[in-house]
């Protein structure tokens, strides 16, 4: 690895990505964000993210262009021995190697840690997988809506609406995205500080298991149970936005002095010495009757009238917004969130910076997402090959073979 010089904090680290869809694609997403060189390595059929409707030209989804700008693209048809030889190439000058592969298919395709060590021993070599490889699941397909079934979190909305839903995100998939950033960040950490290269496994269904009981775990965490699993508050069927006099919006009492503010507001002073709603602990216990209170007061208001208020004194409070309409607000305009930029091949388009912000080495967009081998015969030069090798590799197209 080489020194940041203004390219980001991991400028100089070069990481070779064999994953797909979300989960890898997303910790890479925040790795290319911080300056690393991340090649995406493909199949000459491309990630099928690419294919999403609606876009201007095939393989270019609008979801594709924001979660892969500032990486490389190659295509590599690896059951071909010139494509594996380059791969291995590449190995040998990368810092990280991540792959989405289920463990037996990894190691069949020889990309399994060993196999891949042999030639860069202090590489990085992270496996995101659906379940560890040491369990009966090792080797079961995982899908985001298949780690939600399984982790819990689609059997909350039954606890809270009466039967088991899905969450409409995949929260699991970028969960583990950005545990498989954290760890191969932690891993560099590591090897910079001279323990040498390590290989790394992140499940997605252990990950979200423990995402999940980091608030619900309570009594359960303890020898035998001290009650059952599950953080009250957030289990009440009377926590959700709140209908107001045109909208909806979240509206958060929370401290004790957000609480005696709410009740002086809508005029019930005499709920400050309540017994039930003196202390936080209390209020977890009745929280069912507080939260059926804002509901009742919500609509007496306008939203901005509820958002004057709760600014004034404090009380956490939001409208409802619609992702539609997310990039008008006040707050993402003036930070910039969305930008505006050209695709060579696709147009305008917004990109959604990096929501984080590195005062000595800061986000910027380096490229934009590549399409399918765009950099292949680049990144192939790179490497010192022969046009004859070159061409083996890419046939007659130079990108994708």
Known sequence: MSTPSGGGPLAGVRVIDLTSVIMGPYATHILADM???????????????????????????????????????????????????????????????????????????????????????????????????????????????????????????????????????VICDKIAGQTVANAILGALFHRVRGGGGQAIEVPMFETAIEFMLVEHYGGGAFDPPLGRIGFQRLLSAQRRPYRTADGHACILPYSDQNWRDFFAFIGRDDLVQDARFRTLPERVQNIDVLYALVGEEASRRTTAQWVEFCDRVSIPCMPVMDLNDLHADPHVRAVGLFEQAEHPSEGAYRPVRSPVRFSATPYRLRSHAPRLGEHTREILEELGLSEANIEAITGSHGGAC
Do not use: W
């Open 35 to 169: 300056g690393a060189d991340v090649i995406k390595v493909e199949s000459p059929e491309g990630d099928s993210f690419r294919g999403y409707r609606p876009l201007r030209h095939e393989g270019m989804s609008g979801s594709f262009l924001n979660l892969h700008r500032n990486k490389r693209g190659i295509v590599l048809d690896l059951k071909r021995a010139p494509a594996r030889e380059a791969l291995d190439l590449l190995i040998r000058g990368a810092d990280v190697f991540v792959h989405n592969l289920r463990p037996r298919a990894a190691k069949k395709l020889r990309l399994d840690y060993e196999t891949v060590r042999a030639q860069r021993e202090d590489i990085v070599y992270c496996g995101a997988y659906g379940f560890g490889a040491d369990g009966p699941y090792g080797d079961k397909a995982a899908y985001d809506d298949l780690i939600q079934a399984g982790s819990g979190l689609a059997a909350l909305y039954g606890s809270v609406h009466g039967e088991p839903q899905y969450c409409p995100t």
